[in-house]
């Protein structure tokens, strides 16, 4: 486990780091996760087994990053949104009330 920690945290950083392409991120995901379902959980050799296992929970690991980095950056679109709303409701609601009061 701690292996396929430090592999996704590895992988990870490159992906954040805009060296790894995401779609690659996908496509070595289904195919490491592939692989281990069909061939590496039922293989003869306990170092296979292993390693097709680290190899599948890592790259797992690592889908979550582009995945929770689109997430994050909607909700920051979305709160970048409400606070440019707020602005413009403050900034006419006080231009109306500086006009009343200087027509009244």
Excluded at 8 to 35: R, S
Excluded at 52 to 67: D, E, K, N
Aim: aromatic letters at 12%; charged letters at 10%; proline letters at 3%.
């Amino acid at each position: 486990m701690r292996l396929s920690l430090g592999v996704a945290l590895v992988e990870g950083v490159l992906v954040v780091a805009n060296q790894i392409p995401q779609w690659a991120v996908f496509v070595v995901a289904i195919v490491a996760v592939g692989y281990w379902v069909m061939w590496g959980r039922n293989a003869g050799s306990p170092m296979v087994r292993q390693a097709s296992w680290i190899f599948a929970a890592s790259q797992a690991l690592v889908l979550l990053v582009p995945i929770l980095f689109a997430f994050v950056k909607s909700l920051a679109y979305v709160a970048l949104a409400i606070l440019a709303i707020v602005a413009l409701v403050f900034l006419f609601t006080e231009r109306d009330q500086k006009a009343d009061g200087q027509s009244g």
